[in-house]
């Protein structure tokens, strides 16, 4: 089973950028796309994007598109999620999960992930 460990998170001004990094290691990584969600206090988790195992194709959320960028490198285990343009309503704990299809596309539900990581605080000041 695969562990996810995500890093990068923290306190930034409205208009500030944040790189997020996602860790997987005990697992195969390469072979399953991933996907970043988050869940902000009082409101269900919510899909943010998900990238391809290949990292050939990425997908957003509407709320997200334009602003924030997925990318992967499967040398380094990592998934990263690069947050420019911050927005006050972009406070949540981000998590990263992987999806359960070998060699599959990303997700949109939670349902179609198997590992997650413990989330990372991501407070946007305003």
């Known amino acids: 089973q695969v562990q996810l460990v995500e890093s990068g998170g923290g306190l930034v001004q409205a208009g500030g950028s944040l790189r997020l990094s996602c860790a997987a290691s005990g697992g195969t990584f390469s072979s399953y796309g991933m996907g970043w969600f988050r869940q902000a206090p009082g409101k269900e988790r919510e899909f943010v994007g998900g990238i391809t195992w290949s990292g050939g194709s990425t997908y957003y959320a509407d709320s997200v598109k334009g602003r924030f960028t997925i990318s992967r490198d499967n040398a380094k285990n990592t998934v990263y999620l690069q947050m420019n343009s911050l927005k006050s309503e972009d406070t949540a704990v981000y998590y990263c999960?992987?999806?359960?299809?070998?060699?599959?596309?990303?997700?949109?539900?939670?349902?179609?992930?198997?590992?997650w990581g413990q989330g990372t605080q991501v407070t946007v000041s305003s």
């Open positions: 999960a992987q999806a359960t299809d070998l060699f599959g596309n990303y997700g949109l539900t939670e349902e179609k992930y198997g590992a």
